[in-house]
């Protein structure tokens, strides 16, 4: 049976990769504007570190990423590295003091990407570890494709990279293969035999990303990784804004200024040409609007019983939206004909519901305050004269 563990108020890092896994969306480039403006969100919205590129694509991302650096005032930037000392090499040219080695690990990776054994892993680990601690550099060590990998080399890894001065082992489900369970089972049994800090990098192919880096949080994980808005590989890593404001609303903190996620959130989808469904959880357009009668005449007489304290808009530098479309009551209607100086009584307001109806189906849209004066233009010029 599994028991989770009993959860006090403590702090969590929150590790974002936008500016390297996010980068690698299909069809997404920013440039170095966009990547220093990435930057600065980042920085001030309190993300513990940043992954700023990848050196050994060239000297013009070396040059890119030393710019990129220069605008992080609070964060710690990290170059991603393959298990090559050229990346390592590279690296270095950009000044950072963070390194991350990604190293293979599933027999399908191992095989079919590298022709190379357990073994060779462990050995170019151990060097290439060493060899940048000597070099004065802080390193983390990375199992790629570690949810189909066997634990217990998963445990041998780590030890090695231990044992060669790396600070933090991460578990990355690669393809996003995991569920919530079997994220908890796989953290907990690691955290319980690995002696580094655990970072959870979670995708999305299964849409589980923020759940299962909430349940590593839970098994034991100390750092998360994350990127605005989800984006990465295929469906994307899981999103920041989620998983700061899952943690938050259970007293876990991660040091996230909750009223700048929105901003950031603007800035990236806009960089990333990738605009924001509507219903994004915490930073979509309409995820405070509400147009359901019953919902809107509840909680216009008590905000609490549709909108918990937790996940309120004020808590995130938002507002509540009432819309007004073809499930909008008495109560929500008549708010929104007074908010545009317009007749709000019942009797109007059952005299609209026929012309709100038509609107929203032909439309697929809320209706505006404009377009309630159309309205009752239109139903003012009906009304028989007597």
């Not at 940048?132 to 217990?152: F, H, I, Q, Y």
């Not at 709100?356 to 404009?370: M, V």
Request: aromatic letters at 4%; proline letters at 5%.
């Amino acid at each position: 049976m599994l028991h989770a563990r009993p959860l006090t108020p403590h702090t969590l890092a929150l590790c974002d990769t936008t500016l390297r896994d996010g980068e690698q969306t299909a069809g997404v480039a920013f440039s170095l504007s966009e990547k220093r403006a990435i930057a600065r969100a980042l920085d001030r919205a309190g993300v513990a570190e940043i992954e700023v590129g990848i050196a050994a694509m060239g000297w013009a991302e070396v040059a890119e990423i030393r710019a990129v650096m220069a605008e992080i005032s609070r964060a710690a930037p990290v170059v991603w590295c393959r298990l090559r000392m050229g990346d390592l090499d590279m690296a270095q040219k950009t000044g950072t003091k963070r390194v991350h080695f990604a190293a293979p690990t599933s027999t399908a990776q191992l095989e079919g990407k590298l022709r190379v054994d357990r073994d060779w892993i462990l050995r170019e680990t151990a060097e290439l570890v060493y060899c940048a601690t000597t070099r004065g550099l802080e390193v983390s060590v990375g199992a790629e494709d570690a949810s189909r990998t066997d634990p217990e080399f998963l445990v041998r890894l780590a030890e090695v990279a231990k044992a060669a001065g790396a600070i933090r082992f991460r578990v990355a489900d690669t393809l996003g293969l995991l569920d919530p369970l079997g994220a908890y089972r796989l953290i907990s049994h690691l955290a319980a035999r690995i002696a580094l800090p655990i970072e959870m990098h979670a995708h999305n192919d299964f849409g589980m990303a923020t759940a299962n880096t909430i349940m590593a949080a839970h098994a034991g994980a100390t750092h998360l990784s994350v990127t605005v808005n989800g984006l990465g590989e295929r469906a994307g890593n899981a999103a920041l804004e989620e998983v700061s404001a899952a943690l938050e609303a259970g007293a876990i903190g991660t040091g996230i200024d909750l009223t700048a996620l929105q901003p950031l959130s603007d800035i990236v989808a806009k960089a990333s040409g990738r605009a924001l469904p509507v219903q994004k959880p915490i930073t979509g357009a309409l995820v405070f609007a509400h147009e359901s009668g019953i919902h809107v005449d509840a909680i216009l007489k008590r905000a609490d019983t549709y909108e918990d304290p937790r996940c309120a808009p004020a808590r995130f530098g938002r507002e509540r939206q009432i819309v007004i479309g073809k499930h909008s009551g008495a109560a929500g209607l008549c708010a929104a004909l007074a908010t545009a100086g317009l007749p709000a009584t019942p009797e109007m307001a059952a005299r609209l519901k026929p012309l709100l109806r038509a609107h929203a189906i032909r439309t697929k849209r809320p209706a505006s305050p404009e377009d309630l004066r159309r309205m009752v233009a239109r139903l003012a010029r009906s009304q028989p004269t007597t």
